[in-house]
């Protein structure tokens, strides 16, 4: 039977995270806002459709180090200017990764689409992003339900009847007291399933294919799910890069079905360094990862 793990992404020492929500027209974004000195940060892009920025930066065969920030935002395309917003305010504070004479924050973003699903017009800006890392600064908790780039997610589309989702979160405390978190955003082709394979939110979506066969396709890339893993453990870039792999798992455990030519989802690992009480094995660490990001997803349906 599933843990319920409870807690917050927040609850990882180093991690905060802000919301900028329009709830008229149904969209967001939210800034997962790392420690000054930044993350050791990786990604892995599963969905055929994705809609990111900077991701290039976190393959481990790479220079950049680190990120200050990750930005998960609904708009599709458009919503990639939330982060110039929070380069804005990062530069403000002095923050980013020395480049000569300048400091560069280093701001990967990922997008879903929520076009159409509140005002088919409105998306984050510069301005919206910027609004959650101020929010992110107070260090709140992240908090679930249809708030920012949760605020327009939907699952369960493709047989006409779209189910409102939004942004989950979980968090597991280790043996020895080292933290795993994950914060979701569920947009996805498919339904949200129950460990027992039970639909939580969606259309029986697996079952109609299978039954009913394809009816007419929903846009390209119009279906994502957004995540970010974050742990304190200290890792390395190849490590947080295999992290964001094994955390697609739970993507195939708790949305049915998953990784389409219609999604594209994207999972960001990252980690603050800031546990001190010994190794701990990276095997444990992404086992973890999976069973708090399946839980998040489901905490999204069901907030």
């Not at 039977?1 to 409870?6: D, F, G, K, L």
């Not at 000569?100 to 924050?105: F, K, N, S, T």
Request: hydrophobic share 45%.
């Amino acid at each position: 039977m599933e843990q319920p793990y409870a807690g917050d992404v927040t609850d990882v020492p180093g991690i905060r995270v802000g919301h900028w929500t329009d709830s008229v027209g149904r969209t967001g974004c939210t800034v997962v806002l790392l420690p000054d000195a930044g993350a050791v940060t990786s990604v892995d892009v599963r969905g055929a459709a994705p809609g990111t920025r900077e991701t290039d930066l976190l393959d481990p065969a790479n220079t950049v180090p680190v990120a200050h920030a990750i930005v998960l935002t609904g708009g599709s395309a458009f919503g990639l200017a939330a982060a110039d917003g929070v380069m804005r305010r990062l530069a403000e504070r002095g923050i980013g990764l020395a480049a000569g004479p300048a400091l560069v924050p280093i701001v990967p973003a990922a997008v879903l689409f929520d076009l159409g699903y509140g005002d088919v017009s409105a998306h984050p800006t510069a301005d919206s992003g910027y609004a959650a890392i101020v929010a992110a600064e107070q260090g709140a908790p992240c908090g679930t339900g249809p708030v920012g780039a949760g605020a327009g997610a939907t699952v369960g589309k493709l047989f006409g009847d779209a189910t409102a989702t939004g942004l989950g979160t979980a968090m597991l405390r280790l043996p020895g007291g080292a933290a795993v978190g994950a914060l979701v955003a569920v947009n996805a082709v498919g339904d949200v399933v129950a460990e027992d394979g039970s639909v939580l939110a969606g259309a029986d979506t697996v079952s109609r294919l299978l039954t009913e066969g394809m009816p007419a396709p929903p846009i390209p890339g119009s279906n994502t799910t957004l995540a970010v893993v974050a742990t304190d453990v200290p890792m390395t870039k190849p490590q947080a890069r295999r992290l964001a792999v094994v955390a697609h798992d739970a993507l195939a455990r708790a949305i049915r079905p998953v990784h389409t030519s219609y999604d594209g989802d994207t999972v960001f690992a990252t980690s603050t360094g800031l546990y001190v009480g010994g190794p701990v094995d990276p095997l444990v660490v992404e086992t973890a990862a999976v069973e708090v990001l399946a839980a998040a997803i489901r905490r999204a349906a069901t907030p």
